[in-house]
């Protein structure tokens, strides 16, 4: 079997040396359209053998057998320019009509990517290494599958780019309470890189029987996203895990009004980390009803995925402590949320769990549309003993709620966990930002360099939402 671990640093070392790349955030989108379409092309190969009727909707000459499958091929300038003058402009215009959804992918991660390296020698090394695994081979796709996680970790803290990407451990996390069914329609309406999709597929291999149950998993899962690079690697997560037409589409999930989602377009349940902290683009909150209009995208994600789900429905999701608390549009929210729907658990998760890219506090929140909120169980999830705080070489792992599993079907209070009726919320004005009534509030000394810490992140913040709020008002 093909050394996965050792190609993939051979290819990040030969990145490295290329002046077009600046960055982990452009390193990743690089290798990020290489190898879909090295997996596109391994995938399109085993379907034509399977299926005389299959035809490969990429032209024959920009097939990777036919330019970059040969060691010896274009290389330098000649293997630049076909890349940059031929291999992106006709994928981005790629015949969409013929009726194969395979040639919207790939039209659709060709018109958001770039080719970032100047060096068509570099190029070459990285194709012959990218050649080396055969996608087609279980054993190389698992290897892969599992190293393709670290990739997109890694996107954690590339910046901005780190909104994309949640933990491992919060996506199985979600998933497993959830509990997903053969059958269901799965939503996540800001899949990112698709954690969550994956991890929901990988819950269901495991209830399937036969071919049919494992279509039947591509067929009834589903993810948006709007952001370019994230569409890229979700697409090919998902190609990785065995879904050959991957139900992503690329698009902004507040463009469209409220009422244009009727019941067919309704899911069984949704599990999602909707961005926060942002402000609306486009005037999309026009697309709502007035009583629940505002800038900050989250909330308005909560009111959309409310509307999505069917009766019965449920729901796991990621939100800010910002949006527990508030009066005006975001007390609407949450009374909308307790009215229509059960909430019955909000685990509230350190400060620290999406270091380095946000150090908001953020909670889990779980509930099932259908019925009002009677009571909410809280659950404090407290980090490892000995851990001031996650970083990117102590993240949150899966195990650490293996606690909360045990408690989740035989509730009772503790230390860490609390329950409060629906009366006790509504006289708070609905707001949900309730601490831990057992633990004393810490009191945190900080040094001076902490401090100028904290208060140049906080003027960083200042300067990026006064720029948003710039470019809403033009």
């Known amino acids: 079997m093909t050394n996965i671990s050792g190609t993939l640093k051979s290819i990040r070392d030969i990145m490295w040396q290329d002046t077009g790349l600046n960055g982990d955030a452009q390193r990743i989108e690089q290798l990020g359209w290489m190898l879909f379409l090295k997996i596109f092309s391994d995938k399109d190969f085993e379907m034509e053998m399977l299926s005389t009727k299959y035809k490969s909707p990429i032209p024959i000459e920009l097939q990777w057998a036919n330019w970059a499958g040969d060691d010896e091929g274009m290389t330098g300038d000649e293997l630049l320019e076909f890349i940059d003058r031929k291999l992106f402009p006709t994928l981005r215009n790629i015949n969409v009509h013929s009726g194969n959804k395979r040639a919207l992918i790939v039209r659709e991660v060709f018109e958001g990517n770039h080719n970032y390296m100047k060096s068509g020698t570099n190029i070459r090394k990285v194709l012959n290494k990218l050649n080396e695994i055969d996608f087609n081979k279980a054993k190389d796709r698992h290897a892969f599958g599992e190293l393709y996680e670290n990739i997109l970790k890694e996107l954690q803290s590339a910046g901005k780019s780190g909104e994309f990407y949640t933990p491992r451990a919060i996506t199985q996390f979600i998933t497993d309470m959830i509990d997903p069914k053969l059958g269901e329609k799965i939503l996540d309406p800001a899949c990112g890189t698709g954690g969550f999709l994956t991890c929901v597929i990988e819950h269901l291999l495991k209830q399937a029987n036969n071919v049919e149950d494992r279509q039947s998993i591509g067929e009834n899962l589903a993810g948006w996203e709007y952001k370019p690079l994230p569409y890229l690697l979700a697409t090919t997560n998902l190609i990785l895990h065995d879904i050959e037409v991957p139900n992503i589409t690329f698009r902004d999930a507040l463009d469209q009004p409220l009422t244009n989602y009727t019941e ?21 909150e026009a697309n709502f009803p007035q009583t629940f209009r505002t800038k900050e995208s989250a909330d308005l994600f909560l009111i959309m995925m409310i509307h999505l789900l069917k009766q019965g429905g449920r729901a796991g999701i990621v939100l800010p402590d910002g949006s527990l608390t508030g009066e005006g549009v975001k007390q609407r929210v949450r009374q909308r949320l307790l009215e229509e729907c059960n909430l019955h658990t909000i685990i509230r998760l350190p400060n620290s769990v999406f270091q380095p890219y946000a150090t908001v506090a953020t909670n889990l929140l779980f509930f099932e549309k259908g019925k ?7 659950y404090e999830h407290r980090m490892p003993e000995g851990y001031k705080a996650y970083s990117k070489t102590k993240s949150i792992q899966v195990k650490e709620f293996d606690p909360i599993k045990k408690w989740w079907k035989k509730r009772k209070e503790s230390d860490v966990c609390w329950k409060v009726n629906i009366q006790a919320i509504k006289d708070r ?31 960083l913040k200042s300067d990026k939402l006064l720029k948003q709020l710039k470019e809403a008002v033009r």
């Open 264 to 284: 067919k377009h309704r899911v069984n349940a949704i599990l999602a980390n909707p961005p926060f902290g942002g402000i609306v683009a486009n005037n999309n």
């Open 372 to 378: 009002p909120t009677k009571e909410i169980w809280y």
């Open 429 to 459: 004005g609905y707001d949900l930002d309730i601490k831990n009534p057992t633990k004393q509030e810490e009191v945190h000394e900080y040094s001076s360099v902490e401090l100028m810490e904290l208060l140049h992140q906080s003027f």
